[in-house]
């Protein structure tokens, strides 16, 4: 949608390591290009990685994915550690190589803090004595105990400890964010939790959903006879299986009671504010003393309720059914549970024979055999809760001495007057709120500070010991819910980084109206000054697009310009965005993915992606087409018969390629917001007639279907 956007942002606001350099112009018709920038070897390897990941044998409008990445799925195997093996996942273990190397000695010189961290998570894991000490924290562990005091036992303490303590969110989830209807102040939301297998379906449906439930029911066991095995008592199997069953049949009501991800699509109607007083009113929770609960879980971060304190409820169905839930349950199974949900987590972090309890669990969610070598699981871990240190050693290996400039975006979106179905009033705030996106590039600028007084003092509150590697990870949790919690009474930053700089993706904030290309996806096959801007253009130009169009899809949409919920559009405009929408949602759950035993894409949870894929798509290839009648035509790669048209198209297929395994599919069907590799693909260019014309797809071939869907 936004083609000048784009090409704004290709141009002038990737830092300078990752620039573009704009090939010459030319009319010549050779059929390689200019090596005068890019040198003859650079060439080559642009064009060898495109033909090897492509199968020619393939008609490209009969099977695009196939045609562009047949290659690549021909000559990749899944590792023996993964459940997924694409594109994004090689860029990702290559970025964790870089992270690898330098890490000890980085963190060495950044801050003792962040050293103790790293150089624990590579030490053999104690014994079960943290993980005792763990379970005693929050009320013993029922199963595995022998005189637990029910008497003593309140689930709104319980729950309010695993919140701000343990940063873990069990029936349900409370927390700070902005507030979707004004983005200057933060509240509390209360939300249905996530569950103890990736989605509702594993406790109801057959297949492999069983075969899952069945290994978790077996996970479950084997934890608790270890407890009690290590407190010394007697093993009682039969009572073991019997709570546990108890523990899974809970946990099963409380799945019921969640609302799917279909029925969740509408911010708008998720939106629920209320005091708190009106929260205890509505949901009674067969007793549940909401104020205690919530003044448990601020009083942590000194964080007192004011007297009217007002909250959003998101989950208004969960937390009707849950009152039969509860009362149905002893509070010796809800106990169970809560330990349970805490216990599992913290598998990763035990020595190996917590790990082997596990094995068949993760086979048959995962279909995994081989756990992941331990450095990458070092690296994953303070990659994953210290992003802004983590990014500066990535920085610094990466942009190796350059510095970074940006500029806003100011771009018209010209390409809005392409749409009939959208009234001029509803153009003119999608154009004011296109000129108000804030981009952000590659990394913030304090990151590389020479004093890194901001850095130390984002993780100067920890307190790790170098002999508790367990409890360095419980430091670290707390550390995070407390960074939450404590922004409740504090203003909205709107320009805070939503991510750190070493990740392979991209984002956009509804919230802040803001997008975010970190440094880790600036790279090839995305980005890379050696590859032709045909290329470059069908990977971070597509990405670009596709970040800046989640502003305008199905929930982005309902957010203006200063990233508050309000309804910008007129009934004219809404009711034909929907029509439009409908269109999409029909074509992508029309996708029959047979990996995942033959289950159908959902089309309404996958909406927001698929708008974006195809909002993207286009929009680059705009930006591209732009670029051309300025620069002139790009010669050809040697070795490839296809014009610079038709190189746009297979890059920006070839950064999807990637296989699964069933049992990770049967999982991504039910759980991934976005469509499945193959679908991002074939969805998107089924709908673009410019595809159709680069590629002489025939009217009526499965690439060029007569039905098209557009929304922008």
Request: charged content about 25%; hydrophobic content about 35%.
């Amino acid at each position: 949608m936004f083609a000048q956007l784009l090409s704004v942002l290709l141009q002038v606001s990737i830092p300078p390591s990752y620039g573009v350099v704009l090939p010459p112009k030319t009319n010549s018709s050779h059929n390689i290009i200019s090596t005068s920038q890019t040198t003859a070897s650079q060439v080559s390897l642009n064009s060898a990685r495109l033909l090897q990941n492509m199968d020619a044998t393939v008609e490209a409008c009969q099977n695009f994915y196939q045609y562009a990445c047949g290659g690549w799925l021909e000559r990749h195997v899944i590792p023996e550690t993964s459940s997924r093996h694409s594109v994004f996942d090689i860029l990702r273990d290559k970025l964790e190589i870089v992270l690898k190397g330098p890490v000890h000695p980085f963190f060495i010189s950044m801050s003792n803090h962040f050293w103790v961290t790293l150089k624990y998570l590579t030490v053999i894991q104690l014994d079960s004595k943290p993980l005792m000490r763990l379970i005693d924290s929050i009320g013993d562990w029922p199963v595995a105990s022998e005189d637990w005091n029910k008497e003593a036992w309140s689930l709104e303490d319980t729950l309010a400890t695993l919140n701000s303590r343990y940063h873990k969110k069990v029936m349900l989830d409370m927390y700070v964010w902005t507030d979707d209807r004004d983005s200057r102040r933060h509240i509390i939301y209360i939300d249905q939790p996530a569950l103890g297998m990736p989605s509702r379906d594993y406790y109801f449906n057959d297949g492999n959903y069983k075969r899952v439930r069945e290994a978790y029911l077996q996970f479950m066991v084997s934890m608790a006879r270890i407890a009690r095995e290590d407190r010394n008592l007697t093993q009682e199997d039969d009572r073991v299986v019997e709570e546990m069953v108890q523990v899974l049949d809970l946990e099963t009501d409380i799945a019921n009671a969640t609302s799917p991800a279909e029925e969740r699509q509408d911010v708008t109607i998720l939106y629920n504010k209320m005091t708190l007083s009106k929260l205890q009113e509505s949901f009674n929770l067969n007793g549940f003393n909401w104020t205690r609960f919530v003044r448990g879980v601020l009083s942590s971060v000194a964080v007192d309720l004011q007297l009217e304190e007002e909250v959003v409820v998101y989950s208004s169905p969960y937390l009707e059914k849950m009152n039969d839930v509860l009362s149905k349950h002893t509070v010796r199974t809800m106990q169970n549970y809560l330990t349970w949900q805490l216990v599992m987590e913290r598998v990763s972090s035990l020595s190996r024979r917590f790990k082997d309890a596990r094995a068949h669990y993760r086979k048959a969610l995962y279909g995994t055999t081989v756990e992941e070598a331990r450095w990458r699981d070092c690296v994953r871990y303070v990659q994953g809760s210290m992003e802004n240190a983590v990014g500066a050693l990535y920085v610094r290996e990466t942009f190796a001495g350059e510095s970074k400039t940006g500029k806003s975006l100011s771009a018209y979106v010209e390409t809005l007057e392409e749409l009939n179905w959208m009234d001029d009033q509803s153009k003119e705030k999608a154009r004011e709120k296109a000129m108000a996106i804030k981009e952000h590039i590659g990394y913030p600028d304090h990151i590389l500070e020479e004093s890194n007084l901001k850095l130390d003092q984002e993780y100067a509150h920890l307190n790790f010991s170098e002999e508790n590697y367990f409890e360095n990870i419980l430091e670290n949790l707390q550390a995070e819910a407390h960074k939450t919690l404590k922004k409740l009474r504090e203003p909205v930053d709107p320009d805070i980084w939503i991510i750190g700089a070493a990740v392979v993706n991209a984002f956009y904030s509804p919230n802040r109206n803001q997008i975010v290309f970190p440094a880790g996806i600036l790279q090839p096959p995305f980005f890379s000054k050696q590859q032709l801007q045909a290329l470059n253009f069908g990977g971070i130009g597509m990405v670009i697009g596709h970040e800046i169009t989640h502003g305008f899809d199905d929930n982005g949409r309902n957010f203006d310009k200063d990233g508050n919920m309000l309804n910008w559009w007129s009934s004219y405009s809404a009711e034909h965005f929907k029509d439009q929408s409908q269109c999409m949602v029909q074509q992508y759950g029309n996708f029959n993915w047979k990996l995942a035993g033959g289950q159908n894409v959902s089309g309404i949870s996958t909406l927001g992606e698929n708008i974006a894929d195809n909002g993207g798509v286009r929009q680059a290839y705009k930006a591209y087409m732009k670029w051309v009648e300025r620069e002139g035509e790009e010669l050809r790669l040697p070795g490839l018969d296809m014009d610079h048209k038709q190189l746009f198209f297979l890059n920006f297929a070839q950064v999807w390629c990637g296989a699964y395994r069933p049992e990770y599919a049967s999982q991504c069907i039910k759980t991934d917001s976005h469509s499945p590799l193959e679908y991002r693909v074939l969805g998107s260019l089924q709908n673009f007639g410019a595809f159709s014309d680069a590629f002489q797809c025939k009217p009526g071939t499965p690439m060029n279907p007569e039905m098209k869907c557009r929304v922008w």
